[in-house]
């Protein structure tokens, strides 16, 4: 079974949701403790949206046999573009979970960001960035990427070169850092 329902208020900047979903597997006849019987979801939720920014929270309670948690998530958007030379975006997302059986918290936060800048016509630059933190029993990570290149156009002949970093820490065991450079010349016929 299913049910959701949204209502939408102010133009749609404010929009309130819930949904609900359940389901019973009947007639499981294997003696595994791992297959999924059932589920019941039930999530509400609220947006506001201003165009270039919008944000929101949304709780959720999932019953299962397996993984019963209940979630809680907050996140925002930002997008914008300037007279078609600059355009900015920015999301950010954190998620509260609690596991119910195991009574543990686990938190999930991201960070992205994309900045595009046209010099001329044919010269473009680009950032990118990446972050993510999981704070829980057996997820620890430290996790960032970030690319910041520069596309030229001359003729048919794109010609591109970038920085990347990449660094990873798990656990506080298992570290990894990268960095690079690249140079590419693509030709488009």
Known sequence: YSFAANVSLFKHKLE???RMS??????????????????NRNVLGGRLDFGFINGGAEYEDYKSNIIPYRRVQYFINL???????????LHGNMQNYYIINER??????DITSKVAYTFFNQTIFNLDLMYR??????????????????????RQLY?????ELYRRNFMNSEK??????YFQIVREF
Do not use: M, W
Not at 176 to 181: A, L, P, Y
């Open 16 to 18: 309130v949701y819930y």
């Open 22 to 39: 359940t389901q019973n597997y009947k007639n499981i006849d294997k003696p595994e403790s791992q297959i999924l019987n059932y589920y």
């Open 79 to 89: 997008q914008k573009n300037y007279h078609k030379k600059l355009a900015l975006s």
């Open 104 to 109: 543990t918290t686990q938190i999930y936060s």
């Open 133 to 154: 933190n999981q704070k829980g029993r057996g997820i620890d990570l430290d996790f960032i990427t970030a690319r910041c290149e520069i596309t030229s156009v001359i």
């Open 159 to 163: 010609l591109t070169f970038g920085v």
């Open 176 to 181: 990894i850092n990268f960095k690079g450079t």
